[in-house]
């Protein structure tokens, strides 16, 4: 069975103390790996797809990378509208259909 | 433009009323996807459809019935809910149901059974 963890649950930084959140997972035959932000009552926004290890993805302030066991989205700088809760979800061979299994989330908070 | 547009924003509904929820996309994604979130929880799939036939069905309970009139819509109908259902509703779609592919998700809809 697929299985994503995310790490850590919670995150408090100053408004430009850089650092790393990170998603472990387990897939047989990765096809994809998403990350998404969600804020407070609304949908996941999309932010990046990796497909193979080595992959790296920049927007902005983020940028995400993709090992063969885990993803690291890297927040350089933050500033206090980067806070919201980060997603991360992958797509296995196993699951067919574009089904996503979602880690549970890391909640970011930055204050100014 | 990767807009998912759903309505109602909100709904409060009792356990015996019948509702609806409804998705529009006009991206020309041909796979649309319900979702259901409860609070500090992920989002949990619960139906998909590709080419606006039904392709999964996440064991989901019958009091929740799906429609996909058309390519571009895709409803939910709620019937005779458990104050335990009350959560964010997410409509979701991609391009295909090919592996790989992102899906976009509307802002969702929060259901209040009571």
């Known amino acids: 069975e697929d299985q994503v963890t995310q790490s850590p649950e919670a995150l408090r930084l100053q408004e430009g103390e850089s650092s790393s959140l990170n998603c472990s997972y387990t897939v047989s035959g990765l096809r994809g790996l998403f990350w998404y932000r969600q804020d407070p009552g609304k949908g996941p926004e999309f932010l990046f797809t990796l497909y193979s290890a080595g992959e790296e993805k920049e927007k902005e302030r983020l940028k995400a990378t993709l090992t063969k066991k885990e993803s690291f989205l890297h927040i350089t700088a933050p500033k206090p509208e980067d806070s919201a809760t980060y997603l991360c979800a992958v797509q296995g061979m196993n699951t067919g259909f574009q089904k996503l299994v979602f880690g549970t989330g890391t909640r970011l908070l930055v204050s100014p | 433009d990767t807009e998912v547009t759903q309505t109602p924003k909100h709904l409060v509904m009792g356990m015996t009323n019948k509702k609806s929820l409804k998705c529009e996309q006009h991206m020309g994604h041909r796979a649309m996807y319900w979702y259901k979130q409860k609070a500090k929880k992920p989002p949990e799939l619960m139906f998909v459809y590709s080419y606006e036939k039904l392709s999964i069905n996440e064991s989901v309970p019958s009091r929740f019935s799906p429609e996909c009139p058309n390519s571009s819509l895709l409803n939910l109908h709620l019937h005779a809910l458990q104050p335990e259902d009350s959560a964010l509703y997410l409509c979701?779609?991609?391009?295909?149901?090919?592996?790989?592919?992102?899906?976009?998700f509307g802002q969702g809809t929060r259901l209040t059974v009571v």
């Open positions: 979701a779609s991609s391009i295909r149901t090919g592996l790989g592919t992102e899906a976009f």
